[in-house]
């Protein structure tokens, strides 16, 4: 049976672009999302997220009618859940755990609309057991049909995890090339899956199982964060022994078989930084290297906070007619990496919001991706501006931008090796 109608429930960043492609591959297309603005800016043709080329795939989608966006699902052949999978915020607890809510509320809402031959696909980001937690959810609302942890291949609805795995800036040409790991909770599951991505992805669709599918994209999160770590351990340990860090990594990855990446003032954004503790929560005595590699970037940004302050000291011993208020500090980049305007949870933004909240003087920020920040005790300026204002610089992020600029100044932190 072919899929006819797809709905795609949550239309962020992940929903919206794959929305869009099975639009423009002519599949009628119901994208689903609480938001209200979300859904009414859809549906004009317009976008609410930054993201290279999809306005383009979305007014088109819009325009000729494969596409719309609703706030309540509607019946569809196959359903797809992109929607946040967030840990739980816990102040007091030292792992955190993930929170299934949005999940949840997601297959409570397509549950009434479901009907025999329909195929559910979870693409978020999930700790293991999730797709079949999702499945027990619509199996107790749904009696009335039957699901594959009981009717096997026989089942009324078939489930499948197929996690996103698309880099933010390059969605678009992501969705289409690169392999998507598919795992159904029965062979029929998998295969009916296979099926549906195959409307537009060009690369392979491997088949798994639904665990083994979750652990794999926890695994390629974790793996990045602990090699991030990595480097972020010797960038710290290089700066104790008096030793350049970038040269070092430089020379280390001439080595065949050796290929450390690079440090940074920590590690953000709503996925690297997120999913390893969905493997560490799971199993707390025996993850130890994720749980020690996501403690490592997490107290990066403190280290580089440090430094400016040890800074600020320095540069005080040496103008003894200065005070703190006559300091200028200047911090390059708030975005979480580089090239893109994506603010969340990005240790750079956070580096600079300490900053300001502690320093008396004036504390400036430079980010050629935004046009307007209101922060307390922070001035958003140019590039020319800072340099000619500025005491000490905290290079944060290697946006194009700055990497054009040589920088002579005897105070400089620079956490991304550029100057
Ligand atoms: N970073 C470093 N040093 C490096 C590389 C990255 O400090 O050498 C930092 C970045 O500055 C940033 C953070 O790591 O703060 C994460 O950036 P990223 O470019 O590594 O990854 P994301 O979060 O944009 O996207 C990741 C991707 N996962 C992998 O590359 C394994 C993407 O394919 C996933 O789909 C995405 O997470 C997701 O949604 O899970």
Redesign the pocket.
């Known amino acids: 049976m072919s899929f006819e109608t797809i709905s795609v429930v949550g239309l962020g960043y992940?929903g919206l672009p794959t929305a869009a492609m099975f639009a423009s591959r002519k599949k009628k297309v119901i994208g689903v999302d609480v938001n209200q603005h979300a859904v009414d800016t859809i549906n004009r043709g317009e976008i609410h997220i930054v993201e290279p080329d999809l306005d383009m795939l979305v007014s088109a989608a819009v325009q000729q009618e494969y596409l719309k966006a609703v706030t309540t699902p509607e019946p569809a052949d196959a359903f797809l859940i992109a929607v946040p999978t967030p840990f739980k915020s816990c102040e007091e607890v030292v792992i955190p755990e993930p929170d299934l809510s949005y999940i949840e509320s997601a297959a409570m809402a397509i549950a009434p609309v479901l009907k025999k031959g329909d195929l559910v696909i979870l693409e978020s980001?999930s700790p293991v057991g999730a797709t079949e937690q999702m499945a027990a959810w619509l199996a107790e609302a749904r009696q009335d049909l039957s699901f594959p942890q009981a009717a096997g291949e026989q089942a009324d609805i078939n489930v499948a995890h197929c996690p996103?795995?698309?880099?933010?800036?390059k969605v678009v040409t992501?969705l289409v090339q690169n392999d998507r790991v598919i795992g159904g909770m029965s062979k029929r599951c998998s295969e009916r899956c296979v099926e549906l991505y195959k409307t537009f992805v060009m690369g392979e669709c491997v088949i798994t199982n639904a665990r083994t599918a979750e652990m794999a994209?926890l695994t390629?999160?974790s793996?990045?964060d602990v090699?991030?770590a990595f480097?972020?351990e010797l960038s710290m340990i290089c700066d104790e022994l008096d030793i350049d860090v970038w040269e070092l990594i430089a020379l280390a990855n001439r080595h065949p078989r050796v290929n450390i990446?690079?440090?940074?003032p920590?590690?953000?954004?709503?996925?690297?930084?997120v999913?390893p503790w969905f493997i560490v929560s799971k199993t707390p005595e025996t993850a130890k290297i994720i749980h020690t590699a996501r403690s490592v970037n997490d107290h990066k940004p403190e280290w580089v906070i440090n430094k400016v302050n040890v800074a600020v000291t320095d540069f005080l011993n040496l103008n003894p007619k200065k005070t703190a208020k006559d300091v200028t500090i200047a911090c390059y980049g708030l975005a979480?990496?580089?090239d893109i305007d994506d603010l969340r949870e990005?240790?750079a933004l956070d580096i600079t919001k300490s900053i300001a909240k502690n320093h008396v003087g004036k504390v400036l920020a430079i980010e050629p991706n935004i046009t307007s920040i209101e922060i307390d005790n922070i001035e958003l300026v140019s590039l020319e501006e800072s340099l000619s204002k500025t005491d000490i610089h905290v290079m944060l992020?290697d946006h194009r931008q700055f990497k054009k600029m040589k920088l002579n100044d005897a105070f400089i932190i620079d956490t991304k090796g550029i100057w």
């Open positions: 992940i980001t996103e795995r698309v880099l933010p800036g992501e994209k390629e999160n793996s990045r090699q991030i480097a972020n990446l690079q440090p940074g920590g590690v953000g954004g709503h996925c690297i930084a999913d979480f990496k580089p990005s240790p992020v």
